[in-house]
């Protein structure tokens, strides 16, 4: 049995507050496994399919949702995206902590899972740009978008800000190295809990430090 329970740490915020690359970072740091979702968007210029998104068709989509192989999926931006029960149930009951980059509605629904291993790893945080300025300059500055993206990205980002309250962490993003200590910074204390350990140390007279 592993020393404690896995976290599955659900970080939703506009795209360009940042969250995509502290999540990346996070795994790439081998602190957390990334959950690869399902999309039926098309892939970006130098995106890699299975290492990025799970790319696939509406059809294969939609095969995937009536199978019961989402733990969460939602309509963002015009496209399909979802979270494969299969990237994160195996990861926490081995003990192995899981990050999430989805949206509000993904996270809403996370929440809202009866699951109670789900409940049980589940923190989520809301990244915030720093300003609406900001955001469009970094929406602007990825230069991959159309215009009429960006003005929807915009536009949805406006949106899905007024549901930072519903999040238990928030994050107001200033540089990449600050972010990223604090992130850090909130795994290291949700590690931390009695409450996720495998064992539960009351019933140890002299109960061991684990990491
Ligand atoms: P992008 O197309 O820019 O990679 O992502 C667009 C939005 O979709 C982002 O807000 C991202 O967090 C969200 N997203 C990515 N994967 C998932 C997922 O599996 N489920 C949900 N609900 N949203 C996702």
């Not at 507050?17 to 740091?29: H, I, Q």
């Not at 892939?43 to 969460?72: K, M, N, T, W």
């Not at 949206?103 to 989520?124: F, L």
Request: charged share 25%.
């Amino acid at each position: 049995m592993p020393p404690r329970t896995g976290i599955l740490l659900v970080v939703s915020g506009p795209s360009g507050s940042g969250k995509t690359t502290l999540c990346r970072r996070l795994a790439a740091d081998k602190a957390a496994h990334y959950s690869i979702s399902c999309t039926t968007r098309q892939p970006r210029p130098g995106e890699i399919a299975d290492q990025d998104y799970h790319f696939l068709s509406q059809d294969a989509f939609e095969a995937r949702v009536a199978a019961g192989d989402f733990l969460e999926h939602a309509l963002v931006h015009g496209n399909h995206y979802g979270t494969l029960r299969s990237e994160v149930l195996g990861h926490l009951g081995a003990g192995t902590d899981v990050v999430m980059d989805i949206d509000v509605q993904g996270a809403a629904h996370v929440r809202s899972c009866t699951d109670p291993e789900i409940q049980r790893a589940r923190v989520d945080l809301f990244v915030m740009p720093p300003s609406d300025a900001e955001l469009l300059a970094r929406l602007t500055g990825r230069g991959t978008d159309s215009e009429a993206t960006i003005a929807l990205r915009m536009a949805n980002a406006i949106e899905e800000m007024r549901h930072w309250p519903s999040y238990t962490y928030r994050l107001l993003s200033a540089t990449p190295e600050e972010d990223y200590a604090r992130f850090k910074a909130l795994l290291t204390a949700e590690r931390l809990r009695v409450s996720r350990l495998a064992k539960n140390p009351a019933q140890d007279d002299c109960p061991t430090q684990t990491p």
